[in-house]
């Protein structure tokens, strides 16, 4: 057996404190997990339970990255996140069997197109080329072990733009690993960013973009000129 071509290289993430790679499987992203972030989009926090939506796993980008402003968008947008990453997997996954799961968590930030979204709502349009764009996926090092609550913030240029603490989401961790096993089978490499505080907004070409979570490495871009 010969491959066509040369397999392209394994998405991975650098685990913090060691020479080892997280490789990735699949990306999985929660909507709507922080009742601020969903009134401020026009949603009805209270009444909804999770929906996901995915990345590619050659989306990510890693922290230090100086990244091109995408195509095909005029309001590309920042969204601090907790990633939650899996070393084991299953289906039906009870929440209280969820933490058995976790592999360590990391910083990340959810960019968006923020136009191409309001567009696909509009018209009833998939989200994948809002949310599933190159290089859309930032994320830091991973680090081992579980994650007590703290702070979360997204920092545009040193300014402060979203702050959360983790124990606001609507869902917690285990609640949305449980919804979205029943959805999909999950297995070891999975990806879960777990949804956005309030005071998303803009970045510019130029911008240096930072989320920070209490007890995590930071995941830090930097938005350069669009390459076309
Ligand atoms: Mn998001």
């Known amino acids: 057996m010969t491959w066509v071509f040369d397999p392209p290289a394994l998405p991975y993430l650098p685990v913090q ?28 926090p209270d009444r909804e339970p999770p929906f996901f939506f995915t990345k590619p796993a050659d989306s ?26 899996l070393a084991g997997g299953g289906s039906d996954v009870a929440p209280e069997a969820a933490s058995a799961l976790i592999f360590g968590y990391a910083a990340g930030n959810d960019l968006t197109r923020r136009d191409l979204q309001a567009a696909a709502k509009e018209m009833r349009r998939p989200w994948d080329m809002a949310k599933g764009f190159d290089r859309s996926a930032v994320c830091g090092p991973l680090r081992r072990g ?6 979360i913030r997204g920092l545009v240029n040193g300014a402060l ?24 089978r999950l297995a070891p490499g999975d990806l879960i960013f777990t949804g956005t505080p309030a005071g998303v907004g803009p970045l510019q070409p130029g911008d240096v973009c930072r989320v920070e979570i209490d007890g995590l490495s930071p995941a830090e871009i930097t938005i350069a000129a669009a390459t076309r």
């Open 161 to 184: 733009r979203q702050q959360a603490r983790l124990s606001d989401m609507i869902w917690p961790v285990a609640d949305v690993i449980a919804h979205l096993s029943r959805l999909v």
């Open 60 to 85: 990510v980008v890693l922290s230090g990255a100086t990244i091109p402003y995408p195509t095909a968008t005029a309001n590309l947008h920042h969204e601090a996140e907790l990633v939650v990453a």
């Open 17 to 44: 404190g060691s020479d080892a790679r997280f490789p990735l499987r699949r990306i999985f992203c929660v909507g709507r997990n922080y009742a601020e972030h969903a009134r401020e989009l026009g949603n009805d």
């Open 146 to 151: 579980p994650l007590a609550d703290g702070a």
